[in-house]
C-alpha cells in the first residue's frame, strides 16, 4: 500500500455509528435509536446541509477528554491502517464550545491521542462560517493560549451563502500569528468562491476545489502558483456534488497539472478512508498507478509538516 499524507480529514467525522453508541452510553446521552445499523441507515444525504445536520447532531456525544481521546485514537489507528504516515486533521471547535464543551476538554483529548500514536498528526482549526465572522474571532482568540496545539486555521461547515470574503480579519489575525491557512470553496459553491479564499484569504490550500475547474483563468492560477487541492471523491459522490463517481473531474484536474491529493474528509459517513478513496479511483475510474503516485506524492509536498 502507498504510504501517504491526509490533509483533509474533519476529526468529527471519522466518529463512527459504532462510538456513537458507545458515547452515548457512557454519558447517558439518549438517541434516536441506539441500533448502528439503523444510524447508519440514515446516511443517504441529498447535500452537504442534509449532511452537516446530522453531523452536528451525532457530535453531541462528545463530552469528555476521555471521549475526544477516544475519536482521534480510533482515526489514527484506522489510518494508519490505511498506509497514513501523516495527517492534518480539522476540527470544529463551535461545534463543541456551543455544547459547554471546553476547548481544554478537547484539545487535551485530541492531543494526547496523537502523542500516543506514532502516525504523525497536526491539528488544524476551522471556523463554522455559517456562524459568521465574529463568532469566528471570538474563537480563534479562544484559541490562542493553545497555539501550540495546532498549526492553522480553515474554514468549514455551509458554503453557499458564506463567502470567504466575510471572514478577512479573522484570517489576517491567523496569519499575524503565524498560522497556516486553508479554506473550503468550490465544493458547492463557484470558482468565486476559490478566488476570494486566494486573494482575501490568502490561503495556502484550497480544501475540495472541483468547481475551480469551470474557470480556466483560475485553473490557470492553481497550476502556476502550484496551490495544492485536497480532493475528497466519495465525500463529492455521498453529497452529490458530482452524479458519480465516473463523472469525477479529479483526473481532468491532475492532466491540467494541478497539485491534487486526495482525502477523506467525513469517513465515518461517506463510505470510506483515505486509502478506500484511492482504491476506488482505481476500481472506478481506471486511474492508473502512476496518477496514483503522483497522488501520494503529492500529499507530501502539500503538507505544512515535513515528515
Ligand atoms: N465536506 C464538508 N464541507 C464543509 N464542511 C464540512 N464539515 C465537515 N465536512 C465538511
Ligand atoms: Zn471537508
Not at 447535500?47 to 452537516?52: E, I, K, P, V, Y
Not at 497514513?84 to 459547554?100: K, M, N, T, W, Y
Not at 490568502?202 to 490557470?220: K, S, T
Not at 476500481?283 to 503529492?298: F, H, V
Amino acid at each position: 500500500m502507498r504510504s501517504k499524507a491526509e490533509l483533509h480529514v474533519h476529526i468529527e467525522g471519522t466518529l463512527e455509528p459504532e462510538l456513537v453508541v458507545e458515547l452515548a452510553r457512557r454519558n447517558r446521552i439518549e438517541l434516536p435509536t441506539f441500533d448502528v445499523e439503523a444510524i447508519r441507515a440514515r446516511y443517504d444525504f441529498a447535500d452537504l446541509q442534509s449532511f452537516l445536520d446530522i453531523y452536528y447532531e451525532n457530535t453531541a456525544v462528545l463530552r469528555t477528554e476521555q471521549d475526544f481521546y477516544d475519536l482521534a485514537a480510533a482515526y489514527l489507528g484506522r489510518a494508519r491502517a490505511q498506509g497514513v504516515r501523516h495527517a492534518e486533521i480539522f476540527f470544529d471547535p463551535q461545534a463543541h464550545l456551543s455544547r459547554g464543551v471546553s476547548l481544554e476538554v478537547v484539545f487535551g483529548g485530541l492531543t494526547a491521542a496523537m502523542k500516543d500514536s506514532d502516525v504523525s498528526a497536526a491539528l488544524i482549526l476551522c471556523f463554522l462560517r455559517d456562524r459568521g465572522a465574529e463568532e469566528a474571532e471570538q474563537v480563534l482568540r479562544a484559541a490562542l493560549p493553545y497555539r501550540d496545539h495546532f498549526i492553522g486555521v480553515g474554514l468549514d461547515s455551509a458554503e453557499v451563502g458564506h463567502p470567504p470574503s466575510l471572514f478577512r480579519h479573522v484570517f489576517d489575525i491567523a496569519a499575524a500569528e503565524g498560522l497556516r491557512r486553508v479554506a473550503h470553496a468550490g465544493e458547492e459553491g463557484g470558482p468565486d468562491y476559490v478566488w476570494e479564499a486566494l486573494d482575501i484569504l490568502r490561503v495556502e490550500r484550497i480544501d475540495h476545489g472541483i468547481r475551480a475547474m469551470e474557470d480556466p483563468r483560475l485553473v490557470a492560477r492553481l497550476r502556476d502558483e502550484r496551490i495544492p487541492l485536497t480532493v475528497c471523491p466519495l465525500s463529492n459522490v455521498r453529497l452529490r456534488a458530482v452524479p458519480s463517481l465516473r463523472d469525477h473531474i479529479l483526473p481532468a484536474m491532475l492532466d491540467e497539472g494541478l497539485v491534487v491529493t486526495v482525502n477523506s474528509d467525513d469517513p465515518a459517513y461517506f463510505g470510506g478512508y483515505v486509502e478506500d478513496n484511492y482504491r476506488a479511483l482505481r476500481e472506478e475510474l481506471g486511474m492508473t498507478d502512476a496518477q496514483l503516485d503522483q497522488i501520494a506524492r503529492n500529499s507530501f509536498d502539500a503538507s505544512f509538516v515535513r515528515v
